[in-house]
């Protein structure tokens, strides 16, 4: 006798968030990135579609790293003094999906650099690759709301996805974004209410709910991952019980986590037990990424090129019904 | 219908004996209720009552013990889809394969290499916990296979279809518990019956769900109790997560007891990332044991900490008692560092401290488990706090100086904290990384 599958039934779907503008739509992006959309829980494609795939962005900033482990930067190469030839790179050696351009030389404690150089180099960006680009400022609200309206205004049209907005700090940003038509990134601190309540603070700007992505701000594996990963299964939950102020597509830094974590970073000399340094690091950040899938991660934002093509691999794997 | 706590509660004795464990009945009913605990705990319950409660006392998905008393790791009895709806409780095992292919050199080496997987992550001791030997040779090669593994104190599980190997190598294990993988329609009675005769578990494999119900159905007609289901883990990802999160889900909320068992996959040889990044799946997606083939140290040590993430209490932050730890060999000049009482915040700042070699005062403030930021954004790390916990401590009986160093996530505390403790503040790193070349620099 077949068995009477337990099969849940969903009330609502994530929202989907477009990121990237065709030339026609105002834009000069030759794709776009379409991301959200789940009728259900991760692969469980009986239950629900997943009409878009989880998509990859790799990290670029603006500035040569200075605390990246060598392990990082040499599997970069020389582009990682050049923001534009690293973004290039990144489309086209690595395949990313998208470009996540981190403004970290804005920082007043970094060189605090002028904002004409910040939106030029967005720009530059913009100019010498083809794919969506995700904009994140240095992390001071003071100088991002200097500089990201500048920035944002330089894109207009070409709909990032631009963050990050915070429960203390979401006007600026939310208004720039309105007014230069690019969509943005919600964070909270690990807190499903906090989550939900920036999302009506932004909505209630009029920013629509296909605008918005949800940083839930994961822990790298072993650093917390797993407070991240269950405030992830709840908020998608609760978005596919029906609640629209938690259906968004979820963004996940994993690439900054991972490699901050000791593990990913300590030589083998130090730790002899560890195993090889550099595969030690590529596991972790990738490991990472993968456990968020299962959680309902739609965008990745990574920085090892050889965790970036495990972890396509993998969603190829996934995403097969 | 499942009885609900108070339901369950009528049925017990009410005389709050304690002997269950639990302080109250009323307490005993409620787990019972949840089915985090048997009913056999309790040793004044009535026929009567035992009767009413049987299929509500037994855990959704049995508990499976493999191994001897000395060695033994336990699976199952979960209670949850998901981890924040109370807890994951028997952390997944984890083991390698030995195929009998191999040479004797080449086993020994591996099991050398087996010996040293035990990490200290966080104050716990993380290890792998099984052994799988598979048959691919002869019956004598595969019994001459186990006899090289059985120097490693571990649980076994025996991969092979061949009856009479698997037989003698059960004789062999008289008493040890092994795993035997895996009965399929074909051999459901021979296999059963050695499980039986030896006192092994036995996994049952099959391609579809409704099979694998039905054989482990067979099983248990047979008088076995303790088996393991089998996932197809050649099928597409999403196949093989679908039938994960169903024979789950057929557990829990259908209490079918034929798929009330603790899930087995086992991975086959792939590069040592593919192997890595197939086990995290699982391991997210309710296996209770994941048997594979690389031993690359990183991959181990990626895996065995996404268990340890995986199966925290959500509820029960892993936390260390709040008091000063005095790290290497201390003087009245050794600079203090304050940190929470979160376990990976202060692991976190001892490895940095213990790396440094520079002597040095930890003080770990009661902040109920939270981290730094967390804790002062909830205001259980306050200058109210660690002004007590300074006190407290006894150190300032210890110590010729007063100066503390703090996180440097929360520097803006530093005036208040100066005016309440009288210690002069010192600002550290934000980021534990910093701290070896912060304590080699003060001076």
Known sequence: MALDLVKEKWSNAVAVVTIGALKDEGGTRSSVVRCGGEEGLPFLFAEGKTPHRPVIA????????????????????????????????????????????????????????PAEQLTKVVKDILQATTIPLILIGCGEDKRDNEILPLCSQAAKG???????????????????????????????????????????LISDMSMSIERIVINPTVGALGYGLEYAYSIMERARLAALSGDKMLGMPFICFVGYEAWRAKEAKASETEFPTWGKQLERGIAWEALTATTFLQAGADILVMRHPKAVELVRKHIDELMKE | M??????????????????????????????????????????????????????????????ITLGDDANKVEVGN??????????????????????????????????????????????????????????????????????????INQPLALISNDKTALGDALKILAGKKPLIYAADSENLNAFSILAKEYGASLAVKADSIDSLSELAAKVKESGLQDILIAVNTNNKPSRTLGELTQIRRQALKKNNRNLGYPVIAVIEKL????????????????????????????????????????????????????KLYPIGNTTENSPVLVTTNFSLSYYTVLGEVEASKVPTNILSVDTEGMSVLTAWAAEKFTPDKISDSLK?????????????????????????????????????PKEAAGIPSFLKNLT
């Open chain 2, 2 to 63: 499942a009885l609900s706590g108070l339901d369950i509660y009528k049925l017990l004795p009410k005389t709050n004996c304690r002997q269950c464990g639990f302080p109250t009945c009323l307490a005993f009913a409620l787990s019972l209720a949840k089915k985090a605990v048997v009913l056999a705990k309790c040793p004044f319950v009535s026929e009567q009552a035992k009767a009413a409660l049987e299929a509500q006392s037994q855990p959704p998905i049995k508990l």
């Open chain 2, 392 to 428: 407290k401590s006894g150190i300032e009986e210890k110590l010729k100086h007063r100066n503390l160093i703090i996180p440097g996530y929360v520097a803006v505390m530093s005036g208040e904290l100066e005016e309440k403790s009288g210690w002069k503040i010192v600002v550290g």
């Open chain 1, 158 to 200: 070409e709909r990032l996805l631009i963050g990050e907005t915070v429960q203390a700090n979401y006007k600026t940003l939310t208004a720039s974004a309105l007014a230069d038509g690019h969509s943005i990134i919600a964070q909270s601190p690990i807190d499903i209410n906090i989550a939900k309540q920036l999302n009506i």
């Open chain 1, 58 to 113: 790799m990290e670029v900033l603006d500035v040569e790293p200075d605390d990246w482990p060598q392990s990082l930067t040499s599997a970069i190469g020389p582009a990682i003094k050049n923001p534009v030839e690293w973004a290039v790179k990144c489309e086209k050696d690595y395949k990313a999906d998208l470009i996540c351009l981190r403004l970290a030389g804005a920082h007043p404690d970094a060189q605090n650099r």
């Open chain 2, 78 to 151: 979960e209670t949850v889809l998901f981890r924040h709806e109370e807890k994951f409780h028997h952390p997944c095992a984890i083991g390698f394969i030995i195929e009998d292919s191999l040479s004797n050199q080449e086993i020994t080496q591996r099991l050398e290499k087996i010996k040293q997987f035990h990490f200290e992550r966080v104050g716990q001791l993380i290890k792998t916990d099984l052994i799988a030997i598979k048959q691919t040779q002869t019956g004598e090669r595969f019994i001459e296979v186990l006899k090289l593994v059985l120097g």
């Open chain 2, 271 to 322: 590069d040592s990332y593919q192997e890595l990044i197939k086990a995290g799946d699982y391991l997210a997606k309710y296996a209770g044991i994941i048997l594979l083939n690389t031993l690359e140290e990183w991959a181990v040590l990626s895996l065995l900490t996404l268990r340890q993430n995986i199966y925290t209490d959500p509820q029960k932050p892993l936390q260390i008692e709040p």
